[in-house]
Protein backbone atom coordinates (compact mmCIF):
# COMPACT_ATOMS: atom_id res chain seq x y z
CA UNK A 1 0.00 0.00 0.00
CA UNK A 2 1.22 3.20 -0.63
CA UNK A 3 0.15 6.23 1.62
CA UNK A 4 1.89 9.34 1.58
CA UNK A 5 0.87 13.12 1.37
CA UNK A 6 -2.06 14.63 3.88
CA UNK A 7 -3.68 11.82 5.53
CA UNK A 8 -5.99 11.12 8.66
CA UNK A 9 -4.78 9.79 11.69
CA UNK A 10 -7.14 8.51 14.03
CA UNK A 11 -5.96 8.18 17.86
CA UNK A 12 -7.88 6.02 20.07
CA UNK A 13 -7.05 6.61 24.09
CA UNK A 14 -8.32 3.72 26.40
CA UNK A 15 -7.45 2.20 29.80
CA UNK A 16 -5.01 -0.94 29.92
CA UNK A 17 -7.67 -2.53 31.90
CA UNK A 18 -10.58 -1.92 29.12
CA UNK A 19 -11.93 -5.10 27.48
CA UNK A 20 -14.22 -6.14 25.00
CA UNK A 21 -15.85 -9.67 26.20
CA UNK A 22 -12.04 -11.39 27.23
CA UNK A 23 -10.36 -9.57 24.72
CA UNK A 24 -7.89 -6.28 25.53
CA UNK A 25 -9.87 -3.75 24.14
CA UNK A 26 -6.65 -2.36 22.41
CA UNK A 27 -6.13 -6.19 20.74
CA UNK A 28 -9.46 -6.12 19.62
CA UNK A 29 -9.38 -2.66 17.77
CA UNK A 30 -6.00 -2.89 16.07
CA UNK A 31 -7.26 -7.04 14.98
CA UNK A 32 -10.62 -4.89 13.54
CA UNK A 33 -8.11 -2.17 12.15
CA UNK A 34 -6.38 -5.02 10.10
CA UNK A 35 -9.45 -7.17 9.19
CA UNK A 36 -10.82 -3.13 7.79
CA UNK A 37 -7.51 -3.22 5.99
CA UNK A 38 -6.14 -0.41 7.41
CA UNK A 39 -2.66 0.31 6.32
CA UNK A 40 -1.29 -0.26 10.13
CA UNK A 41 -1.83 0.46 13.87
CA UNK A 42 0.15 0.89 16.98
CA UNK A 43 -0.38 0.61 20.59
CA UNK A 44 1.10 2.67 23.22
CA UNK A 45 1.36 2.10 27.04
CA UNK A 46 1.26 5.47 28.84
CA UNK A 47 3.46 5.94 31.99
CA UNK A 48 0.28 8.27 33.70
CA UNK A 49 -2.40 9.59 32.83
CA UNK A 50 -5.57 10.93 33.73
CA UNK A 51 -9.12 11.11 31.90
CA UNK A 52 -12.80 11.64 32.12
CA UNK A 53 -12.82 10.02 34.91
CA UNK A 54 -10.48 12.36 37.01
CA UNK A 55 -8.56 9.66 38.46
CA UNK A 56 -4.96 8.81 37.67
CA UNK A 57 -3.38 6.28 36.80
CA UNK A 58 0.49 5.46 37.37
CA UNK A 59 3.46 3.59 37.25
CA UNK A 60 5.04 5.03 39.93
CA UNK A 61 5.95 2.40 42.66
CA UNK A 62 4.00 4.04 45.56
CA UNK A 63 0.52 4.13 43.79
CA UNK A 64 1.19 0.89 40.84
CA UNK A 65 -1.61 0.71 38.42
CA UNK A 66 -3.40 -2.02 36.87
CA UNK A 67 -5.51 0.39 34.34
CA UNK A 68 -2.89 2.41 32.41
CA UNK A 69 -3.07 4.60 29.52
CA UNK A 70 -3.39 3.22 26.25
CA UNK A 71 -2.96 5.02 22.88
CA UNK A 72 -3.57 3.20 19.60
CA UNK A 73 -2.48 5.16 16.21
CA UNK A 74 -3.69 4.83 13.28
CA UNK A 75 -2.94 6.71 10.12
CA UNK A 76 -4.70 6.13 6.45
CA UNK A 77 -6.02 7.92 4.24
CA UNK A 78 -9.86 9.60 5.02
CA UNK A 79 -11.68 7.15 2.91
CA UNK A 80 -10.51 4.38 5.23
CA UNK A 81 -10.76 5.83 8.56
CA UNK A 82 -14.16 7.48 8.60
CA UNK A 83 -16.01 4.13 7.66
CA UNK A 84 -13.81 2.38 10.51
CA UNK A 85 -15.51 4.82 12.97
CA UNK A 86 -18.16 3.45 12.91
CA UNK A 87 -16.71 -0.03 14.06
CA UNK A 88 -15.69 2.20 17.73
CA UNK A 89 -19.04 3.38 18.51
CA UNK A 90 -19.43 -0.68 19.36
CA UNK A 91 -16.10 -0.80 21.26
CA UNK A 92 -15.49 2.31 23.33
CA UNK A 93 -17.80 3.01 26.53
CA UNK A 94 -14.79 5.14 28.14
CA UNK A 95 -12.34 6.73 26.25
CA UNK A 96 -11.39 9.34 24.05
CA UNK A 97 -11.21 9.20 19.93
CA UNK A 98 -9.68 11.62 17.76
CA UNK A 99 -9.03 12.25 14.26
CA UNK A 100 -6.37 14.51 12.99
CA UNK A 101 -5.02 15.93 9.87
CA UNK A 102 -1.54 14.43 9.06
CA UNK A 103 1.33 14.66 6.54
CA UNK A 104 2.52 11.03 5.82
CA UNK A 105 6.25 11.85 4.49
CA UNK A 106 7.21 8.11 4.13
CA UNK A 107 5.73 5.01 4.74
CA UNK A 108 7.61 1.90 3.80
CA UNK A 109 7.33 -1.81 4.60
CA UNK A 110 10.05 -4.49 6.08
CA UNK A 111 11.81 -5.70 2.68
CA UNK A 112 10.47 -2.81 0.82
CA UNK A 113 13.18 -0.55 1.22
CA UNK A 114 14.59 -0.47 -2.05
CA UNK A 115 12.01 -0.30 -3.78
CA UNK A 116 10.33 2.54 -5.00
Do not use: C, W
Not at 7 to 35: C, S, Y
Not at 50 to 65: K, V
Not at 97 to 103: L, M, P
Amino acid sequence: MKLEGHQKRLTIFVGEADRHGHTPLATEIVQRAHTAGLAGASVFRGVEGFGASNHIHTTRILSLSDDLPMAIIIVDTEARIRPFLAELDDLITEGLVIVEDVEVVKYVGRGHEGNP
